[in-house]
């Protein structure tokens, strides 16, 4: 900055802002984030007016930080997609990935949904539909490195193999045709979605929930929560929705533990902690996904036994017996059992 100044040069102005942007947001606290954004703020608005796609000395991680925190702030926010969208750049692990230009979106949770430069791709006619069916097959194959021939198993099953192949060839050219050659990469015979152009709900979803859950480090519970609501943001619903393709099940069973696994960890963290009413609107959820889930029942019923909410908690576990009588025809466990007995205990009158 100080030689920017020597010399009058915008660009190593926007060089050293962004750099210094990015130094203060990393401090910590909100006086340094305030400042931070103050000092983002400025780069970008110099870099915008010069229209600056490059810095002295690139440093992509630093600037896709930057862009970042501009994203969530609502700071220079068209310019902020420029920089991203015309440099590659990725995303930080903590940033809000939906804000982010990628080139190519992918939804699945709930739904399926193809974006391309800020909008929806209509897959309308059978050639397209079959372009989208390849696309759900290959991200429910995990998107990378998939072979050719458990694509065709997939999508053509019982065809003859150079049939298959012959198809296969087609509806790859019309995929590309929809979601750009770039987007879809094929070598040695497998087929990945570009991570530089794609971003995949899935993708997003599968490395926050693996980073917390396999962590070395105890997590306090707000980043637990914190790391929750990211994941919450994004699973909307079953992978794929409704879709009943065999080749979506295994991905839809393994996305759906990772998910009941994230809440009974967040629960758990916020309860340890007494962050009660936190926890049981976790539990909530964990029912929500699974209702024949029976320990998230039993979290709830915890929850509210410490709080000595007992008529509540026995409406939980009157709804946990209702749903097992009706479902699987069976009775709650032994735990829940106590749990109800416990819950249905006289307390001690509390003194005026």
């Known amino acids: 900055l100080k030689v920017a100044r020597q010399l009058d040069s915008p660009i190593m102005a926007f060089s050293g802002l962004l750099l210094q942007a990015d130094l203060e947001l990393a401090g910590g606290g909100a006086a340094a984030e305030e400042q931070g954004l103050k000092t983002l703020a400025g780069a970008l608005s110099l870099g915008r007016a010069h229209g600056y796609r490059n810095t002295v000395v690139w440093y992509p991680a630093a600037v896709a930080r930057c862009c970042a925190h501009a994203l969530a702030h609502d700071i220079e926010t ?11 750049l990725r995303p930080p692990a903590d940033s809000n990935l939906d804000a982010w230009p990628w080139a190519v979106r992918i939804h699945t949770f709930g739904r399926f949904e193809l974006v391309r430069e800020g909008k929806a791709v209509r897959f309308e006619g059978r050639t397209q539909k079959r372009a989208l069916d390849l696309l759900r097959a290959l991200v429910a194959f995990g998107g990378r490195g998939v072979s050719e021939q458990r694509l065709c198993d997939a999508l053509w099953p019982g065809a003859e193999a150079d049939h298959a192949r012959v ?43 693996n980073g917390m859950l396999e962590s070395r480090v105890e997590l306090p519970a707000a980043e637990r929560a914190r790391l929750g609501e990211r ?69 709830a019923m915890r929850v509210l036994l410490a709080q000595q909410r007992s008529a509540e908690g026995l409406a939980v576990y009157r709804r946990l017996r209702a749903t097992l009588a009706s479902q699987l025809q069976i009775a709650p466990s032994p735990e829940s059992e106590a749990l109800a007995t416990a819950l249905r205990a006289p307390r001690p009158a509390r003194l005026a």
């Open 78 to 88: 068209d310019y902020a997609k420029f920089l991203g969208r015309e440099r590659g």
């Open 167 to 209: 198809s296969l060839k087609t509806t790859l050219h019309r995929l590309r045709a929809l979601v750009g050659h770039e987007s879809i990469v094929l070598r040695e015979s497998k087929l990945s979605l570009d991570p530089e152009a794609c971003g995949v709900d899935v993708w997003d979803f599968e490395r926050i929930a």
């Open 231 to 299: 994941l919450y943001g994004l699973y909307r619903g079953p992978f794929l929705g409704d879709d009943g393709d065999a080749y979506a099940l295994p991905m839809r069973e393994r996305l759906r533990s990772a998910w009941m696994r994230a809440i009974a960890f967040v629960a758990a963290g916020l309860r340890r902690e007494g962050a009660s009413d936190e926890a049981l609107a976790w539990y909530e959820r964990g029912v929500a996904v699974e209702p024949l889930a029976e320990p998230f029942y039993q979290g």
